[in-house]
């Protein structure tokens, strides 16, 4: 079963529309990060949470955590067509590894 | 640039050939991953080093695989004896540790044919 489950699995939106994304962990979460990927390339790192209630913002996109839902979102105000393209949240489970969820693909409509 | 670099970007290989691929991470990091994505699913981990000890692998990698990490520095990962099933983009990233920002290369695609 998958341990970073990511909803829903594909969007699209209308350039300038808001959007909610999101990863939630059947299992303690002990950091939780988000990556953007483009087709055939590699991550880019977007941001990392680290504490319940914690939010980052990085332009228009806001991420927040929920520890006690083990669960975080992502959020983009005013989408634009550079906002297209894959959202993945990694988390530290079991103290170890980086796991990943199977990403959210963004198309935004111009 | 002080990113993570992969070498080859692109690899096509005959099964039953080997292929080696080859991570330098930023500097100073002492964590450094390896990861396997196919089409429409997220990275799944192979294996990970803390400086040069190989700290964790994956029941994903097989005995045809292997990674060295000498002198805790580049990352050379291993395909024996390649299968069509081994095709997929191999990614590399490294940190400053546990629960520390992990950066990515722009990863290797390996297509077995």
């Known amino acids: 079963s998958q341990e970073l489950e990511q909803s829903p699995q594909s969007l699209i939106v209308q350039e300038g529309k808001n959007l909610t994304i999101n990863c939630t962990s059947s299992?303690?979460?002990?950091?939780l990060y988000w990556y953007k990927q483009k087709y055939g390339e590699g991550l880019i790192f977007l941001m990392m949470?680290?504490?319940?209630?914690e939010e980052k913002s990085h332009e228009k996109i806001t991420a927040k955590l929920d520890e006690k839902k083990q669960q975080s979102s992502l959020h983009i105000t005013a989408s634009q067509p550079s906002h297209a393209g894959i959202y993945l949240c990694?988390?530290?489970?079991?103290?170890?590894?980086?796991?990943f969820g199977k990403g959210i693909t963004l198309s935004v409509r111009p | 640039d002080t990113g993570v670099s992969q070498d080859p970007r692109h690899k096509i290989t005959k099964r039953g050939q080997n292929v080696t691929f080859r991570c330098d991470p930023i500097?100073?990091?002492?964590?450094l991953y390896w990861y396997r994505q196919t089409l429409g699913q997220g990275p799944e981990f192979l294996t990970y080093?803390?400086?040069?000890?190989?700290?964790?692998k994956s029941r994903l990698l097989s005995d045809r695989f292997s990674a060295e990490r000498p002198k805790g520095s580049f990352s050379t990962l291993e395909i024996q004896r390649t299968e069509q099933g081994d095709s997929a983009m191999y990614l590399c990233?490294?940190?400053?540790?546990?629960?520390?920002?992990?950066?990515f290369g722009q990863g290797t695609r390996l297509t077995v044919v």
């Open positions: 080093f803390q400086n040069e000890a190989q700290l964790e």
């Open positions: 299992k303690t979460l002990y950091g």
């Open positions: 500097s100073e990091h002492n964590r």
């Open positions: 990233a490294s940190s400053r540790g546990t629960f520390r920002e992990a950066f």
């Open positions: 990694g988390a530290d489970i079991a103290n170890s590894k980086l796991t």
């Open positions: 949470l680290q504490k319940g209630g």
